[in-house]
């Protein structure tokens, strides 16, 4: 759901050493408050730092190489965009232009249907399959599945995904569109990025304080760390 802000709950301040806005009936957190409009937070509170477009900050995937958190691992894990056309997350980071939107009555006299449009059946399609390629993706990576099934974000992109599909289907700004359509974008990436980490690295991370030998390069290139510790247990991890 798109949020439109005019007015802050506090004034503009530091916070935590961070310059920003606190929308607090919106559960948003604005360290440089520069869009009018973005998403509800998927869960928790929405941390925004930087915008580009029509991407948001830490926990987008245009912001890379993602710093390293503990709390959000998998964010360092998402894949680099892709020349590829035939490569299941191409379709992630395309920006859709007016030219895929098409109005739903552009001849309504009586406005009731002005500015409101869908993506162009095409597009979404591409979209569709890309998410149908994401899932079989998911199911090759893990046998079992359980450690993908039990964990708490992927439940939260399985339950979005849907829903966010469904929305494209109803008619709506552009501007909307588009946000709906790059959230998904997201979402798909991240899901990659968690099940990379829970199925190939987390249980590395937990014995990565011994220096360990004979790992295979890693594809993933690159995550800020912040200290020199975090940097040797990544590397011990074979991230870097």
């Known amino acids: 759901m798109a949020q439109d802000f005019t007015t802050n709950s506090w004034p503009l301040d530091s916070h935590e050493g961070q310059v920003?806005?606190?929308?607090?009936?919106?559960?948003?957190?604005?360290?440089?408050?520069?869009?009018?409009?973005?998403?509800?937070?998927?869960?928790?509170?929405?941390?925004?730092?930087?915008?580009?477009?029509?991407?948001?900050?830490?926990?987008?995937?245009?912001?890379?190489?993602?710093?390293?958190?503990?709390?959000h691992p998998h964010l360092a894990f998402i894949p680099l965009p892709s020349t590829d056309h035939a490569g299941i997350f191409f379709l992630c980071w395309c920006l859709p232009t007016h030219n895929d939107f098409e109005w739903v009555n552009p001849e309504d006299e009586s406005g009731s249907s002005t500015g409101l449009g869908r993506f162009k059946k095409d597009l979404l399609v591409k979209l569709h399959d890309t998410v149908s390629r994401l899932n079989n993706h998911l199911a090759r990576m893990d046998t079992s599945h359980s450690c993908l099934t039990q964990d708490k974000y992927m439940k939260n992109y399985d339950c979005?995904?849907?829903?966010?599909?469904?929305?494209?289907?109803?008619?709506?700004?552009?501007?909307?569109?588009?946000?709906?359509?790059?959230?998904?974008?997201r979402i798909c990436l991240e899901c990659d990025g968690r099940a990379e980490w829970l199925v190939n690295y987390a249980h590395r991370w937990e014995h990565s304080g011994i220096i360990q030998t004979g790992l295979e390069p890693a594809h993933i290139v690159g995550a800020l760390a912040g200290n020199l510790e975090l940097t040797q247990r990544l590397f011990n991890l074979g991230t870097t």
């Not at 477009?53 to 830490?58: S, W, Y």
């Not at 289907?169 to 569109?177: D, E, G, M, Q, V």
Request: charged share 20%; aromatic share 12%.
């Open 20 to 71: 920003g806005a606190i929308y607090e009936k919106e559960r948003v957190f604005v360290t440089m408050p520069n869009a009018e409009v973005i998403f509800d937070p998927l869960r928790g509170v929405r941390s925004v730092h930087l915008r580009k477009n029509n991407h948001f900050g830490l926990e987008d995937p245009l912001y890379f190489p993602q710093p390293f958190s503990l709390a």
């Open 160 to 185: 979005s995904l849907p829903w966010l599909l469904a929305q494209l289907n109803c008619p709506c700004s552009f501007t909307r569109a588009l946000r709906t359509f790059g959230l998904i974008q």
